[in-house]
């Protein structure tokens, strides 16, 4: 008889390591499912910290604020962000495309949900169904909501108009206004609740340019006022502008990235919370003579007799392989750097230096942790600069397959 590969999967969840993972007292509608994979990476994400962060932001800006939650709430699970949000007094939130808005539609989410992608295809039933509110920018998104605003005999459909005010992507230009306000006049069935337009370089040094594109901003307002438009709904900020340009704050902000507690820019001094934390467990040790190499490509050599820890996290999960030999990570509350090469599924971790370092400890790749070694933090922003690229990429780059679990005090 041939041998049978059998299943050794736990069926049941694993029972929570830290006393803040709650992975049984997740309520079923939250969007994050209770760890069942055997591995021990997670995200675990900190509804308490995302709500902090939505009060620090609308206490600034005195303005309400849609939350941007986009690419699954920037990776932290877009659900869970919505339902925190929305739980914690968000005026609304925006994503990118229609079937992110409908997912939290799906999830029971009831706050107006703006899609500021622009490309419907043909969905243009699903965004009155699930009344969504769409960002347009081309007569056909206009005539295509009329008819099927007709078509369903529902009434005016509320839209945002987009300007392109200096960033180059979408939106009407300013010279263009005249002609999409003809089509909105063609089209009663579409009603114009507001006008928004996005910021370049809020971000950055160039406070000039966002002076300006307000201001181009400001006269297509003006311009649509007299066109008989009333005065529309204004927003332009993302999380930059919100904290940092009170000008550029209008009837309301869409922040992302600070509700998620990374600061968008070095100007930043709000009081954000960090909502993320990525934490594995060390899964093997190996003690090492002087000499000998570590990981594919033998990038890495003992200096010294050295203890390696493995853990079970790769690139497959989000962690750049731009980090190998260069990225460092906590154990026992210290830093351990990342040595040789990041493979698909493991990364190997210098822990040499780290007493008592063994099987079962916690490792924490983002975020931070206090052992017996020390206390520490490593932060989105720090593994952006280390990767060369933005916080945002970070976030959203932590792969499907690693689960989010919801925690509910800071760690
Ligand atoms: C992503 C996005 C935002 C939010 O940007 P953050 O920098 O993350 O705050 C706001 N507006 C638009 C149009 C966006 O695409």
Not at 8 to 24: C, M
Not at 108 to 118: A, E, I, R, T
Not at 141 to 146: D, F, I, N, Y
Not at 274 to 302: D, F, Q, S
Request: glycine letters at 10%; one cysteine or more; a positive charge.
């Amino acid at each position: 008889m041939r041998a049978r590969l059998v299943s050794t999967l736990p069926t049941s969840p694993e029972s929570p390591s830290r006393d803040s993972v709650a992975p049984g007292r997740l309520p079923p509608e939250s969007g994050i499912v209770p760890v069942r994979s055997a591995r021990p990476t997670r995200l675990e994400v900190n509804a308490d910290a995302l709500a902090h962060n939505l009060r620090v932001l609308s206490r600034l800006t005195r303005v309400p604020v849609l939350g941007v939650v986009k690419a699954d709430g920037y990776g932290h699970g877009a659900s869970f962000a919505a339902r925190t949000l929305e739980q914690a007094g968000v005026s609304g939130l925006c994503v990118a495309l229609l079937e992110e808005a409908m997912e939290l539609r799906a999830a029971g989410v009831s706050v107006p949900v703006l899609v500021m992608g622009g490309y419907y295809g043909s969905a243009w039933s699903e965004l009155l169904e699930e009344r969504l509110t769409p960002i347009v920018y081309d007569a056909a998104h206009v005539e295509g909501l009329a008819d099927a605003a007709r078509q369903r005999g529902v009434g005016r459909v509320p839209v945002h108009l987009k300007v392109d005010t200096g960033m180059t992507r979408l939106g009407v230009f300013p010279h263009e206004i005249a002609r999409i306000a003809r089509s909105f006049r063609r089209h009663p069935e579409v009603r114009l609740e507001g006008v928004m337009t996005h910021l370049a370089a809020a971000d950055t040094e160039d406070e000039a340019s966002v002076h300006e594109q307000l201001a181009v901003f400001d006269s297509v307002v003006r311009d649509l006022t007299a066109l008989g438009f009333g005065r529309p709904f204004r927003h332009a900020a993302n999380s930059a502008a919100a904290l940092r340009f009170e000008s550029a704050r209008l009837d309301g902000v869409r922040p992302g990235l600070a509700l998620f507690g990374v600061h968008p820019c070095s100007q930043s001094r709000a009081d954000l919370r960090p909502v993320l934390r990525l934490v594995t467990h060390v899964v093997a040790m190996k003690a090492l003579g002087k000499g000998r190499a570590v990981g594919y490509g033998a990038t890495w050599r003992a200096p010294r007799e050295s203890r390696i820890a493995t853990i079970p996290l790769g690139y497959a999960d989000g962690l750049c392989r731009s980090l190998s030999n260069r990225g460092q990570v906590l154990v026992r509350g210290r830093r351990a750097p990342i040595v040789g090469a990041i493979s698909m599924d493991l990364a190997t971790v210098d822990v040499t230096g780290i007493e008592g370092a063994a099987v079962g400890d916690e490792v924490v790749v983002i975020g931070a942790q206090r052992g017996s070694a020390g206390a520490g933090a490593i932060t989105v922003d720090e593994v952006a600069a280390m990767r060369g690229t933005i916080p945002w990429e970070v976030c959203t780059g932590i792969s499907r397959r690693v689960p989010r679990i919801l925690t509910e005090t800071t760690p």
